[in-house]
């Protein structure tokens, strides 16, 4: 079966990692707008800290961390190697004893079923900086030792790679989409036909505009994220914790003695591509509380990313209704670094005609 994908980020390049693993015949074609959320994200792997109690949603944050453990051995059969995960644990902590207690309670009751990751326990101020060296003094925390972090922007490609190494086709242009009759057909830059029995939608934040031609009214919106990341010269991070506060914002280190602290969550910004005043002030203020070690770090970049932030917490994952082989996959939210890889397995299972391997009815695309 011939299927173009159209958006190579976390959830565009698994899923035609997945269809090329099935033998299909695949196109991939990404236009690299400035903001792929990809390429921004913080990279943390960790569901069951969450506050989102949402069944089936949660169903799928865990699912697509247990899946990780499959995606990195797979991806190193294969020679890929280089993707920036390690499970280095997490530490997390509260400002408020209710929240703290609160994040307590998630984590037993989910860790509990989750064996990968590694269970939970409490540990006192000392063992907290010991995982994660500038923390706060301040705080006792729970450490999750399964929790991990994971490079993006090696492993989005990683599955491309493996992808094209197994007969994929993927190059950089901007796919439009048009109706005929009631089926899809997809054009390159030039407005010559890809060639698809099924075309897959994994767009991102610029979903809505490949769709609207189509009379679709695609609900994801662009959310702005504004990520800063601290070098810290000579020290070796390879091994920090991610330093998890129940609050809106985090903390996780790489290998190359850099801390990354995430994120605004900006809503009505349309792809307003800047970094601003006030975003820099919110995530300062976050990292230096969250972790006054870091005051004396270097300030390295800072990156903007639009994640694809559906309405409410609603993915949207399946076949479109009245039209002919279009399927979407979007609005993975904060959480798609996490999900991705799992849901672009689930996104190529739908296009082969498999059923998929977690309920995905709530998220079906409805217009
Ligand atoms: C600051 C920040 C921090 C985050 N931290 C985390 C985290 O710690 N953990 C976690 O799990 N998630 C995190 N996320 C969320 C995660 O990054 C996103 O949910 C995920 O990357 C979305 O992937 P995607 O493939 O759907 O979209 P994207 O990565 O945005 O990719 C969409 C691609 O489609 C392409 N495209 C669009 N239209 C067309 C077209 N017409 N033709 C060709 N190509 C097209 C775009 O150019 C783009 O390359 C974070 C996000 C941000 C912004």
């Known amino acids: 079966m011939k299927v173009t994908v159209i958006g190579a980020g976390i959830l565009g390049a698994s899923t035609a990692y997945h269809l090329a693993m099935d033998g299909h015949d695949v196109t991939i074609v990404d236009q690299e707008h400035q903001g792929k959320a990809t390429l921004a994200g913080a990279g943390i792997v960790c569901p069951w800290a969450t506050k989102v109690e949402e069944p089936e949603w949660y169903q799928m944050y865990a699912a697509g961390a247990k899946y990780y453990e499959q995606l990195i051995a797979d991806l190193s059969d294969r020679g890929e190697t280089y993707v920036g995960y390690r499970k280095v644990g997490a530490v997390v902590v509260a400002d408020d004893p209710?929240?703290?207690?609160?994040?307590?309670?998630?984590?037993a009751r989910r860790t509990t079923d989750a064996p990968e990751s590694g269970g939970m326990e409490e540990i006192s101020e000392a063992k907290a900086q010991e995982y994660f060296p500038p923390i706060n003094k301040k705080y006792k925390a729970f450490y999750v030792p399964g929790a991990a972090r994971v490079n993006a922007r090696e492993l989005a490609p990683a599955m491309v790679r493996a992808a094209v190494a197994l007969g994929a086709k993927f190059y950089n242009d901007l796919v439009t989409l048009q109706l005929e009759g009631k089926r899809v057909k997809a054009y390159d830059g030039r407005g010559q036909e890809i060639a698809s029995d099924q075309v897959i939608v994994t767009?991102?934040?610029?979903?809505?505009?490949?769709?609207?031609?189509?009379?679709?009214?695609?609900?994801?919106?662009?959310q702005r994220g504004q990520i800063l990341h601290f070098g810290l010269q000579g020290v070796?991070?390879?091994?920090?914790?991610?330093?998890?506060?129940?609050?809106s914002h985090y903390l996780v280190a790489f290998d190359d003695s850099r801390v990354v602290v995430g994120a605004t969550r900006e809503n009505d910004k349309g792809f307003d591509y800047r970094v601003t005043t006030e975003g820099q002030?919110?995530?300062l203020t976050a990292a230096l509380h969250h972790a006054p070690g870091l005051a004396d770090a270097s300030i390295l970049e800072t990156r903007i990313g639009f994640r694809?932030?559906?309405?409410?917490?609603?993915?949207?994952?399946?076949?479109a209704p009245n039209i002919d082989g279009l399927i979407i996959g979007n609005g993975l939210g904060a959480a798609g670094l996490t999900i991705g890889p799992f849901a672009g397995r689930q996104l190529a299972r739908i296009a082969t005609g498999k059923s998929a391997e977690v309920p995905l009815d709530a998220y079906l695309p409805t217009a």
């Open 98 to 107: 209710a929240e703290f207690a609160g994040a307590g309670e998630r984590l």
């Open 203 to 222: 767009a991102g934040a610029w979903a809505s505009q490949i769709l609207r031609p189509l009379g679709l009214d695609h609900p994801v919106k662009p």
């Open 236 to 247: 070796d991070t390879s091994r920090w914790s991610v330093l998890l506060p129940m609050a």
């Open 308 to 319: 694809p932030a559906p309405p409410g917490f609603n993915p949207i994952l399946g076949a």
């Open 281 to 283: 002030h919110e995530v």
